[in-house]
Structure formats: C-alpha cells, structure tokens
C-alpha cells in the first residue's frame, strides 16, 4: 500500500520543475497530501501556480511509484526514516535568506544498497569538467579511492570525465559513492555511464529529484548541482575550464555553508585555469591529497588520516652560531678553534664551549689535527 | 679617493659575519668611521664583542676595495644615493619588533649596470627549489621574462634550478634582473652559472654582503635570503620541495610585510608540495601568470597586465524561465507553446511572453510548426 503522502509527492515531483520554493512552502503549510490537492484544483497562491499550473494536470504518480518499483527504485521523501534531513537543512537555510533557485527537494528518486541518510552523513563531493585531462581523471578516481576506503561517501554528477572517475574509484575501492544526476534515473544519460550505474547501486545510490522520462537538460544540471553541494559536508573541484558547472557547484556548496576545496594543477593547463581561479579569488581551499580533504573537512585527529612530516636534518636543532660553526668544519683535515672562530665570525670563546656540544650531538669529532665534521653518524631515536 | 665611510664599512663587513644587529645600531648610533675604529680597539658593548671578536684584527677593506675595482664592482653604502633605503626599511622595522637574524646589511658589493634603487624600486623576487622540474624550470624561465618585459627586476638567488631559470628568462627579455649571492661575487658559486652572472651584469646586477673569498654556506643563503625578501615587493615560489630554501624566503617575506605568492603544479610532482603547502597552510597567493603575480603585488590597473575574461555564451543574460523555454526548444522540429510549457515547466503565458523576448534575441525562431531554437545566430556587439 503506498502511503498518501509518497503518492502526493510523486504527483507533485512531476508538476513542478525544481526548484520550487514556492511550492515547498506550501506544502510545508498544508502537508503533502493537502497542497497536492489544492494544486490539483489549480486553488493555490500565485507564486505557487506559476510553479504548477504548466503541469498541474498530468497525475502519474501511480504509474512512476510503479515504474520505479520495477526498476528496482524507490521514493524517499521527507516523512521516511531514510531522509537526508539535517544536510539538506542548508537548503532551507538558504532559501530562508532570500538565496534563489536553492530550495529542498519535495522528495528523491532514489535506486541503490545505499541508505540516502546515512551514505550523506559523512560525504563530500568530488566535481570537474568533462573534458578532464588525463591527469585530472587520475587525480580523480584515486581522490575518489582514498575517501571511500577512509568510510567517507562520494557524491558526483556521473558526468564523464572527473565525475565519473570519481564514482570509479570509490567503486573499486568497494567504498560508497552516490550519483546525483539531471534527468530522470532511467533517462539512460550519459550513455556510456549506464553501466556505471548500476556499479554504483551495489553499495551506493544514484539519485534524481526528476520523474521517469525527464531528459537531461543545462538548468537541470544547474538544479542538480544544489543537491550535490547541500547533501555533502564539502566540494572538492578536480578540473574546471574558465567556464564549469563544477565551479557553479562549488559557489553554491559557499553559499550554503559548505567547505568549497579545489585540486590545484599544472598552470599550462586550460582544465585547473577553473581551479586556480577558485582558490585565487574564491578563497577555496587547496588540496593535494585525500589527507588534505579529510582535515579540511574536519575528520582529522581521528588517526586514520596520518600527515605526511617533513624530513628532518640532523642540524634541524641548532642555534645560529652552532650551525655556522658546523659549516665551518671540514669533512676530513681538522681545524683550529681558532681558525673556524675566524671562518664562521663567531667569537672564540663559544667556539670553544660548541665544538664538544657538537660533539655530544654526533656532529663533531676531534682528530690530530683540531675539529672536524663527524664522519659515522650514529643513528637518531 | 676613497671615502673614510666606505673603508670602515668595508672594513666591518669582513669582521662581522652577518645579520650582525647588534653592530648595525652601533654603527647607527656612531657611524660608520667611528664605530670601525671601537671595533678595531675591542671597546664595544658586548652583543657587538659577540659579532666582531672572532675577526676584528682582520682588516682587508683597502685590498677589498681595490680587488672588486679591478673585477668591475664597487661598494654600494647607505651614504651613496643608490642606497635601496626604501625597501631595506623593511629590514630594520622588522629588526625593531625583535624578529631574529633580519638585520639590514651593512653595505652591498655590487657588479652590474643597474642602480641598485631603481632596480629594487618595482621588483619581485622569483625563487625556488634547486633540483626542479621541467615544468618548474618552464614556468621560472617564462616568468622571468614576462616580468622584465614589464619592466619589473627579477631578483633571485642564483641557484640551479628555479633560480637560474629566472634570471635567464630576464635576461632574454632584455630586462633588469639582480643575484644575491649567499658568498663573495668572486667564489666562483655555483660554478655553471658564472657565464651567467656576467649576462646578469650587462643589465642587471650581482649582489652579494660577503667580502671577497667569503665560500658559500648554507647559514649563509639563509641569510642572504632576507635579502632577497627585503628588497622586492614580493616573493614568488615556482617549486619547493617539502624542505626548501625557498619556503624560508617566503616565510621570511611574510615576516617583513611583503606579499608571498606560490605556483601551483601538479600534485604528484614532490617538488609542488612545499608551494601547495604554503597556499594551504600559510594563506601564500597562488599564481598562475605574470598577470596573476603584477595583480598581487598591485601594478594592475595600469592598463599593461589585461585579464583573460572568461568565455560567455549566448544565454548568458537569460533568466532561470527563459532559459528553461530555450532548453525546450527543439534544433530543427517547431513545438507548440503548450508542448513547451509542459516539458519545462514553465506557465503557458510566461511562455508566450517569452517566446518573441527569446526572438529578439536572436535564440529563437518561428516556424511552420511553431517555435525552435534561432538557426543562423546573429553577431554579437
């Protein structure tokens, strides 16, 4: 028995092209099932018939919840345990400060293993540009990898090129990752991705606000991209071209809050002129590894996601007057404190307290004829 | 004849190693002549006895003098017109916070055509790791020439590397560029690039603090880097490793209130991690052309560095309706105004009013079957 309020959602989902705040507003006021009525009758308030009254007449709610049944797809709207709830509170946010064209999704088409709820509990998104370069495409799919085995979700556009590398690489490390797309889920776009999909479903989801049927569209792109933005805790840019829908991504992940990252790359590159931009002007945070993601998100410290250290020098310790004395040994002849006190400047009485110190730390010896640099470094705890 | 002021600075600048600023006041507060003469007699404070004594009875400064007149150098001092003051001032402001080891230097040898000040009065420093890569080097070389072509100076350390490869692409521009050597002019260091300090020389300069003979060290190219900082408006990292010699010119450009910037390059390249390292972690500008570098340090708006402007397409000025009634067009079959309602959402009469606007515009176009998107798109003002 499917519930009143999925079959008033599945009717509306269809009426109305997304975004539509107005709408969301009534049907917050009313319930589902009494705004879908109202909408029905074509009794609603002006800015909630502009969004309806194209559409108001078409009821597949039956045939869609259905179709998707078959196809192994299910309705996850508000009113279900599964519903991403608290991410897609920045979407209200936002759409409470007056931010346009960013309103909720009246409910999710949604098919895969995955629970929406907890696949958007600790996820970031991965974004670029279809025409990646190669590099672009590695750095994807192995940023993709290294999320998903540290238990983070990935969330794309299945677009090809970073997109799709990122799902890849999540796939193959037998981690989570969602598809967020701009069509309807059987739309069958892009074609070479179909298979990729159902990779996908085995442990992830892929995702549509758009009723069986719907064809991929540019605004829909747009649309969808809020979703990827507002379901994740952060958007890494791989590649963008000056002009990207994955820097439109990132302004709306800033928009609503969400940490805004960016992959940086070679400067020749059209495909990081994008990026660059983004972290440049935008302020967006750089990152240059699934270490670098994770911290900026805020996962670090949990010990699961060490920080490279930088090499150290057995010198690193010393004091300026130290290191020029150090310097100022010879690798095989000895000399004569007075000789390095003349070569480094420093004066003779602290050569003379330095060269043992030195010593002590293994970097020193003594020899026939005075001090030199010691040759058999032991080794450093 | 020379100058009583330019032998006692000779004079100390072989006693005193530096940074030495303790004797830098002393010599403020006695002058040059005066302070020389303390220092040969030992009655000085004792920070000033910690920076002379292990050198003082070592006078060399006529012989010193005598020496770079011969190899075509000279002994720039503060009393000389080509003193840079200006951009030394950062020096001795940061020496009166109390930040260690940046001292001003007490005079400058100089070999080359350029005046100092006129060099230093619109310079950026280029600088970086010494085992670069080709894209580094690539990068250095391109950069250096494109800012000498807007008659900024290179200043650099003359290193392998990223260095050098900045000097040359001055060089080859025909431009100003300067070295500041961490050792005497005359060592000879790095031994591949004495050919090219006399290509510097023609234009540009060599620059160093050391007395004749000084070898290098590496506490002295720390040193010589606060130079470096000191006298340009800002520091460019092309390549750093995650230790690198060019990261402590950064941090201490950042110390004396310039503006440090770093190029970002691939994120697999060991030699990019210490600049993505300093974009992420210590809020470096990233850089990806000279325009980038002349915006940064604020030479933009003369008209001689235009931005590339992103690319715009024809729907650009369109509203979220109209652009979703332009997307519902068909390439070649006219649709119906009702069709294209139902299939964009958009309410019938918007999509009337918005079908002759779209017209206008030259997006679309009336035909025997009613309205596709325009064929023959007219040019654009």
Chains 1, 2 share one sequence.
């Not at 969330?155 to 997109?163: E, M, V």
Request: proline content about 7%; overall charge neutral.
């Amino acid at each position: 028995m499917t519930s009143p309020e999925r079959l008033a959602r599945a009717y509306l989902l269809r009426v109305a092209e997304p975004p539509a705040p107005a709408l969301l507003t009534f049907v917050a006021e009313h319930g589902p099932v009494g705004a879908a009525e109202a909408v029905r009758r074509g009794e609603v308030p002006e800015a909630v018939l502009q969004e309806t009254s194209a559409r108001r007449e078409i009821d597949l709610a039956e045939r869609d919840l259905a179709g998707a049944r078959e196809a192994g797809a299910r309705l996850v709207i508000p009113e279900d345990d599964e519903w991403p709830a608290w991410p897609l509170l920045s979407l209200d946010v936002a759409t409470g400060r007056g931010a346009e064209g960013v309103a909720a999704p009246l409910a999710l088409w949604v098919r895969g293993a995955a629970r929406l709820d907890e696949a958007a509990d600790e996820a970031v998104a991965i974004v670029g540009a279809r025409a990646a370069s190669e590099y672009g495409q590695h750095v994807s799919s192995e940023l993709g990898y290294a999320l998903a085995e540290h238990g983070v979700a990935v969330f794309s556009g299945a677009a090809y090129g970073i997109d799709g590398a990122a799902h890849r690489g999540a796939v193959i490390a037998g981690g989570v990752t969602v598809a967020v797309l701009g069509c309807a889920l059987d739309a069958g776009y892009p074609a070479g991705h179909v298979g990729l999909y159902d990779r996908i479903a085995r442990r992830g989801a892929v995702v549509s606000e758009y009723p069986p049927g719907t064809p991929p569209a540019r605004h829909r792109f747009l649309v969808r991209n809020r979703l990827i933005a507002g379901l994740t805790a952060g958007t890494v840019v791989v590649e963008a071209g000056a002009r990207s829908g994955a820097r439109n991504t990132a302004a709306t992940a800033g928009a609503l809050g969400k940490v805004v990252m960016a992959v940086p790359g070679p400067i020749g590159s059209a495909m990081s002129v994008g990026c660059h931009r983004l972290i440049r002007d935008a302020h967006a945070t750089l990152v240059a590894s699934a270490a670098d993601v994770l911290e900026t998100v805020g996962r670090l410290g949990t010990g699961d996601a060490p920080q490279p250290r930088s090499p150290r020098r057995r010198t690193d310790g010393l004091g300026p007057q130290a290191l020029r004395v150090h310097e100022a040994l010879g690798e095989r002849r000895g000399k004569s404190p007075e000789g390095i006190a003349a070569e480094s400047g420093v004066p003779l009485p602290r050569v003379r307290a330095l060269l043992p110190a030195l010593e002590l730390d293994g970097l020193s010896e003594r020899c026939e004829t005075g001090w030199r640099r010691a040759r058999t470094p032991p080794p450093r705890s």
